[in-house]
């Protein structure tokens, strides 16, 4: 009973103590241990009992040291034997002895501790250790030490590793990870600044709770405009808390703009679902499916088929607006070595055997450096109200003999309609170089047709060279366009030569004559000529004058028609175009007569002539970000005559604009005035928006009101259109292209050997497929597997250049330069021999045997500018100097290390002199030798 | 640089406005006259263009004014193409006139270039033929029938 009285005692005086440890060292905060704990078991002795004090408290940030000062209790300050233990929680480390004796009687009252506050402490109060402090006869007291962590902000933001590559027109997938290195729960929230013209397809992103220690992986995913050009583009992303920027990072993007889809991806199907309201208030739908793309390595896809129709010209307008069109279904299989082509198909076989054919059938076409074979088998596609179809078939052949071109061709055609057409042809052709680079080619034909047969034949000469090309054809094919040709008779000339750098001509001529079932004669001639005179790099003036006459007299069977008319129209006009930058600005005006003749059945000839003169401006700004253009138009004729008179078209219109600050969602919109004929005025007010979705979806609306679409009341209502738009990238049938690496040849051994490292970064083309190596140098590119990969030198850091290629593997080696120092001995230790050395011409000749040629950069020196690594047997061509010398034996190889510039000296000995006795009869002169 | 594309932007802006201005100042449109034809109404039209291609041609024909002998209007028509099924707007403003006993003359302004029609009229119907400007060696052609839907 005693005993647990005394303790009582002591816990008053521990009581007493703590409230002056408090306030010896810290206020107590809220929430920290106020209360004295005391702990006992029922056996216990005194130093079993634990009594806990208030803590002690300090701050500090992670990764540091702090010296906390702990106090003696009240209790045990008189004691001569009071012992210490420093017990660390957690993560925390205590520097120096954890355990220590203390004399208190001697004065000391306070106790050193050194705490390590460890880097992954989180932000706020944490007990940190623990300071027992235990003397006979004592209870142990414990006095806590809290360290206060102060808050550490500190959001990592890493780039995924590796170069991003896209193509333009499509989506690219930005990844990216963000840490949490700091101590405290963190909601950041991305930012991007993306280039003009993108869009992110995330709609709204939310904000990201990321703990301590915590990594997120991120990918955003941007919509590169088609527009883009190829190069380096640049996203910018920011972690924000608050108005706070905790990280940001800037991300290079590799764009590249080909016309054919990358070979990375598979073939992009598109199905989209359209609705349309037209004039009457009526709906249409139009369901359209469409695949383009690479099935795999230089295989690709194009197919397309249609399903709905659109009643009435504002639906189809419509359904033009929001890109979406009627056509009968086709599959087209396209490789280097051929073409396959099903469904809805055509072709042309050549002038005289067949134009422009085509049916519901296949198409064949294969390819090779020497020959290539097209052929065509379709069923005509039935006439509005008929179920009527015709057979179709042709094929063609050509074969290269030397640098000429043979070609046959034979063909069966026919359709069905109002004016039916029909032909079976052959032909033989030949197409031979000629001079000053030009080709003429030549064909005949016999030709049969409806109603008769005739001997086709046709002659073209072609001359393409540099900016100027010039082009005489001149073709006769019985039958005509009835027939499948162009016409019954054509003759046309085109020619276009720039005279200097800034003033270039361009001038045709042409004239046709044609019978049809529709017309007995069908002629057209005209001419013009161009010339244009660029006044600076950006703006171009030119004048045009041009002159354009037809003819047609209809044929009398035709019910209620006869007669003939004809249009002379002449015109002489002056444009200027010019830009700066993403600013055009076009104008052109134009002064001219137009004459209009009609002959009706048995009536006589009616003429009229009326000016026509008219001026158009457009002015606008194009970039990937969109087109914003003005327009205007105002041309004036007779207020008589049949004339579209006094019209003035004033209009404004966006293409393809986008708005981002509504997620990047493109706009169009045009506005367009048009006044004519009298008072009578129509307008166009039209808007639309391409929204992306999610997943691939999107939509895209459209609203026009037209003046020239009336409902039958009168109204010209608006014309509503919706489409939705699903876009799918699905993956090639098997892995496209060639893979190699794009190594550093550091023995320019060009082969790649262990511990010669790839080169990321790099970009390799073949044909026009582009892929850049990753980070281990590794590539993989799409293309005709019969072009070669090269390596695309732009690419590389400077000084470094292609060394050659073993299989697929593209080695690259640096380049240094070399100097071979020519001397010239003295002959014969006579007298130094003077001679130009400046035609020298020196030759490393590698060990694949290319020749690398040195140019002369000093009297005596010869410098080879860029020499990749690699071992050279040195050459020397001294033909052209003005002394024979030769360069003395052996000579040295060249051995570019690539890691210093390489100078070797190379000795010229003149040719001896040997002097002859004429009186022994073997020489008479001096010889060189 | 700066200066240099504000200067440019200014001058196209202004040269554009400026001479849109004076030129539709100086456009004077004829008093229209009495009527000397009865076209004015609604027409369907119904066509075929025989070259250089194949195409059906649906729509209508809107007579919006007439004056003397001639009138306008605006021609809205649809094109399917015979060969590959293809559909395609085509639309345009119509100005023509009378000439002759029953002879129906117009232009029809369609992508660009105008087409010249030429039908004789029985009743309220124009039949005829038409031709435009030649487009790839071949002249654009054909024949058309109006019917008259309302007056």
């Known amino acids: 009973m005693s005993r647990v009285a005394g303790l009582f005692v002591v816990a008053l005086c521990a009581l007493a103590s703590s409230a002056r440890a408090q306030s010896s060292v810290t206020p107590v905060q809220p929430g920290s241990s106020t209360a004295i704990m005391v702990s006992s078991t029922k056996s216990a002795s005194a130093r079993d009992i634990e009594i806990t004090l208030p803590s002690v408290t300090a701050s500090g940030a992670p990764r540091s040291y702090q010296v906390v000062s702990v106090p003696v209790p009240d209790a045990l300050s008189r004691s001569p034997d009071v012992e210490v233990e420093i017990v660390p929680r957690g993560q925390f480390v205590i520097l120096g002895p954890r355990t220590r004796a203390l004399d208190a009687g001697s004065g000391r009252k306070r106790l050193g501790v050194t705490i390590g506050i460890p880097a992954s402490a989180l932000a706020g109060r944490i007990v940190a250790a623990e300071a027992r402090f235990t003397s006979p006869g004592s209870p142990t007291l414990v006095v806590p030490v809290e360290i206060d962590v102060t808050l550490v902000r500190v959001v990592v933001l890493r780039p995924a590793a590796g170069p991003i590559n896209a193509q333009a027109g499509n989506d690219v997938i930005l990844p990216f990870d963000i840490a949490n290195a700091g101590n405290a729960i963190e909601t950041v929230s991305a930012s991007l600044a993306l280039p003009s013209g993108w869009a992110t397809r995330e709609m709204h992103p939310a904000p990201l709770v990321i703990a301590p220690g915590e990594t997120l992986k991120r990918r955003v995913r941007l919509k590169i405009p088609a527009l883009s050009a190829t190069g380096s583009a640049f996203v910018q992303v920011s972690l924000l808390v608050g108005a706070d920027t905790l990280a940001s990072e800037i991300m290079t993007i590799e764009i590249f703009n080909s016309s054919s889809i990358g070979s990375q991806s598979g073939p992009l199907v598109t199905s989209a679902i359209s609705h349309a309201v037209d004039e009457n208030g009526h709906g249409n739908q139009l369901f359209t499916l469409s695949a383009n793309g690479a099935l795999y390595d230089s295989v690709r896809i194009d197919a397309r088929m249609s399903q709905g129709a659109a009643f009435g010209g504002a639906a189809s307008n419509a359904f033009a607006r929001l890109g979406s069109y009627q056509s009968s279904a086709s599959l087209m299989l396209s490789a280097p070595s051929g073409q396959l082509s099903l469904g809805n198909t055509g072709t042309s076989f050549s002038d005289l055997t067949g134009l422009y054919p085509y049916g519901q059938g296949a198409l064949l076409h294969l390819q090779h450096p020497n020959w290539n074979v097209l052929s065509l088998g379709a069923m005509s596609l039935p006439p509005v109200g008929s179920t009527t179809r015709k057979p179709m078939f042709g094929i063609r052949g050509e074969r290269q003999f030397g640098s000429a071109q043979l070609s046959t061709s034979i063909s069966h055609l026919a359709d069905e309609g109002i004016s039916p057409r029909s032909l079976d042809a052959f032909g033989v052709g030949a197409a031979v170089p000629s001079p000053f680079g030009s080709t003429f080619k030549a064909e005949i034909a016999e030709r049969r047709f409806q109603g008769g047969s005739g001997f086709g034949w046709s002659s073209e000469l072609v001359r393409v060279a540099g900016q100027g090309n010039e082009q005489l054809r001149v073709t006769h094919a019985p039958g005509g366009s009835d027939a499948f040709a162009r016409a019954t008779n054509e003759i046309l000339a085109n020619i276009s030569e720039p005279l200097s750098s800034r003033l270039t001509v361009s001038a045709s001529a042409w004239r046709t004559t044609d019978a049809t079932s529709v017309f007995t004669g069908l002629k057209s001639n005209g001419l013009s000529l161009r010339p244009q005179y660029t006044l600076h790099g950006a703006t171009t003036i030119a004048l045009d004058a041009r002159s354009y006459v037809f003819d047609a007299a209809s044929r009398q069977t035709t019910p209620g028609v006869g007669g003939a008319f004809g249009t002379r129209d002449q015109q002489l006009g002056i444009s200027l175009s010019t830009y700066l930058r993403q600013y055009y600005f076009n104008s052109s005006a134009y002064l001219g007569n137009v004459a209009r003749t009609v002959s009706p059945s048995g009536q006589p000839t009616v003429t009229d002539r009326s000016p026509r003169n008219y001026w158009m401006t457009n002015a606008g700004w194009s970039g990937v970000g969109g087109v914003i253009e003005v327009q205007m138009r105002v041309e004036q004729t007779r207020d008589r005559g049949g004339f579209v008179n006094q019209q003035s078209l004033f209009g404004i219109r966006g293409e393809q604009v986008v708005l981002p600050w509504l997620s990047g969602i493109r706009a169009e919109g045009e506005l367009q005035r048009i006044n004519g004929f009298g008072n009578e005025t129509s307008a166009i007010m039209r808007a639309g928006l391409a929204i992306p979705v999610v997943n691939g979806f999107s939509l895209k609306v459209d609203a026009e009101r037209n003046s020239i679409f009336h409902s039958t009341s009168g109204r010209v209502p608006w014309i509503l259109g919706l489409r939705i738009e699903h876009v799918l990238m699905v993956p090639m049938l098997r892995t496209p292209g060639k893979s190699g690496y794009v190594f550093e040849d550091l023995n320019g051994n060009q082969r790649r050997d262990p511990g010669e490292p790839g080169v990321p970064g790099a970009i390799v083309r073949r044909g026009g497929e582009t892929a850049v190596a990753d980070a281990s140098g590794k590539y993989r590119v799409g293309g005709d597997f019969r072009q070669p990969v090269t390596i695309d030198e732009a690419s590389l850091p400077d000084g470094w250049s292609a060394s050659g290629a073993d299989h697929s593997d593209l080695g690259v080696s640096l380049s240094t330069s070399a100097e071979i120092e020519l001397v010239v001995a003295p002959r014969s230790g006579i007298a130094a021999v003077q001679v130009d050395l400046a035609k020298a011409h020196v030759i490393a000749r590698d060990d694949a045997g290319r020749e690398w040629g040195a140019i002369m950069t000093g009297p005596t020196t010869a410098t080879f500018q860029a020499l990749p690594i690699g071992t050279y047997k040195l050459e020397f061509d001294l033909s052209e100097l003005s002394e024979p010398l030769v360069p003395r034996l052996p000579i040295p190889v060249l051995i570019v290390t690539g890691k210093d510039s390489k100078s070797i000296t190379i000795i010229l000995d003149p040719r001896p002199i040997r002097m002859w006795n004429a009186a022994d009869g073997r020489g008479g002169s001096a010889q060189k030798k | ?151």
């Open chain 2, 1 to 151: 640089m700066r200066i240099a594309l504000k200067f440019f932007q200014k001058s196209a802006v202004l040269l554009v406005f400026a001479g849109a201005a004076l030129v539709s100042a100086c456009l004077k449109s004829t008093e229209p006259q009495p009527s000397l034809i009865d076209l004015m109404g609604t027409w369907n039209y119904v066509g075929v263009q025989t070259g250089p291609f194949r195409e059906d041609l649906t729509g209508t024909l809107e007579i919006t004014s007439e004056s003397g002998t001639s009138f306008q209007g605006q021609l809205n028509l649809t094109g399917r193409n015979t060969q590959t099924g293809e559909t395609r707007p085509l639309n345009g403003l119509v100005s023509g006139s009378e000439k002759g006993i029953g002879v129906i003359d117009f232009d029809a302004d369609i992508e660009s270039s105008l087409r010249r029609h030429v039908g004789q009229i029985v009743v309220d119907t124009i039949t005829g033929t038409w031709a435009g400007p030649p487009s790839g060696g071949s002249m654009a052609s054909g024949t058309f029938r109006l019917e008259r839907e309302s007056r």
